[in-house]
């Protein structure tokens, strides 16, 4: 029997393959899931992705549909239709090719286009999901590339804090058009540490100010135009001992009250090896809404997430503060059915210029 409350709870895990098994749903039906991420093992043509996602809604209509589909080599969709994207990495680089001594930089011509190029890519991500039911993508990466982080890599914009800012930007406007929240990520930067926090713990030895004069720029500039954060499985021990995740100075005192940030914190998988020194999945959890989280992600592990629907406590107090921001992630438009789309104006428009400038095919 499908959940009747519509206050989407804390948790946001996945599904085991092509279609809901009855321990999927058992576990999306709990009260404390509040979103479903979706991976590539979920995907085989957008028929099959459509009724996976309807299936997920009859049983939650208010769980938010998610998935980490960015571009380049982190995009979960890529046959039957969709526009492979390209890395973010060629939009900073298509930005370079402006004149050095351009002092009007954001005014130049391949500036320009490049920002264009970043809504097109913003509308046609999000347009193309929308049509098969999928809410929301966990883009865009505003890490800094240093040339240290290969996790990080050609998925960042750019070195310069100010190409990230106008490119992100740029890309939210896209995904605003097609009814698409977006989140940045990943809080306040994982472009210094080298170590990838899928299988190690990185450590970023800098200072605060040098953080927050460069990496964190992005995010004190986007400003109100963020809906959404996920913050680094990422150690800064000038500034505290715990990952961003699970930091209060981080999520609270830097990312709520000095940058002014009223949107969805999300943490990162609470399976990677980044989260371990939070202790257990469900220490990690409770650390992590403890520190400013909404939502917790539980990745590849559905007998941790099993765990987590059954021994994490949360306050009725900080269920229902998450819910409220949790519920301005869904779509209020009606997603544009996927035949409609390929005549829409927008749509032809964006891929259009993708095409010219060689960024798909």
Request: neutral net charge.
């Amino acid at each position: 029997m499908a959940v009747s409350t519509h206050q989407p709870g804390p948790i946001t895990l996945d599904v085991i393959g092509l279609e809901l098994t009855p321990d999927d749903c058992r576990r999306i039906e709990h009260p404390l899931t509040g979103g479903v991420i979706l991976f590539a093992r979920n995907f085989s043509n957008r028929k099959q992705l459509t009724a996976l996602t309807a299936s997920i809604k009859a049983l939650r209509p208010d769980v938010l549909i998610s998935i980490d589909h960015e571009g380049g080599r982190v995009q979960r969709c890529r046959a039957d239709g969709f526009t492979h994207l390209p890395a973010m990495r060629k939009l900073g680089e298509l930005w370079m090719q402006a004149p050095k001594k351009n002092k009007a930089a954001f005014a130049s011509e391949p500036a320009i286009a490049a920002m264009t190029a970043a809504t097109a890519c913003g509308y046609i991500l999000a347009a193309e999901l929308r049509a098969c039911g999928v809410d929301f993508s966990f883009t865009p990466v505003l890490d800094l590339d240093f040339g240290r982080s290969g996790v990080i890599g050609d998925r960042s914009f750019s070195s310069d804090p100010q190409i990230v800012y106008a490119l992100a930007k740029s890309l939210n406007a896209g995904l605003q058009l097609a009814g698409m929240a977006n989140c940045g990520k990943h809080f306040p930067g994982h472009g210094w540490a080298e170590a990838d926090s899928h299988v190690a713990i990185p450590v970023d030895e800098r200072s605060l100010s040098a953080i927050l004069k460069c990496d964190a720029k992005p995010y004190e500039w986007l400003d109100l135009s963020l809906a959404a954060v996920m913050p680094a499985h990422v150690i800064y021990p000038k500034v505290d001992s715990h990952p961003a995740g699970f930091s209060k100075t981080w999520l609270q005192t830097i990312l709520r009250q000095q940058l002014a940030f009223d949107g969805v914190i999300f943490s990162d998988d609470l399976s990677m090896e980044g989260a371990s020194v939070a202790g257990n999945v469900v220490k990690g959890a409770d650390l992590a809404l403890s520190a400013g989280c909404d939502a917790v992600l539980i990745c590849n592990r559905p007998d941790l997430a099993d765990q987590l629907i059954n021994d994490l406590k949360v306050s009725k107090e900080k269920l229902k503060e998450s819910a409220i921001r949790l519920n301005r992630l869904m779509p209020t438009s009606v997603a544009i059915a996927w035949t409609e789309l390929q005549g829409e104006a927008q749509y032809q428009r964006s891929k259009a210029h993708l095409k010219q400038l060689h960024l798909i095919k």
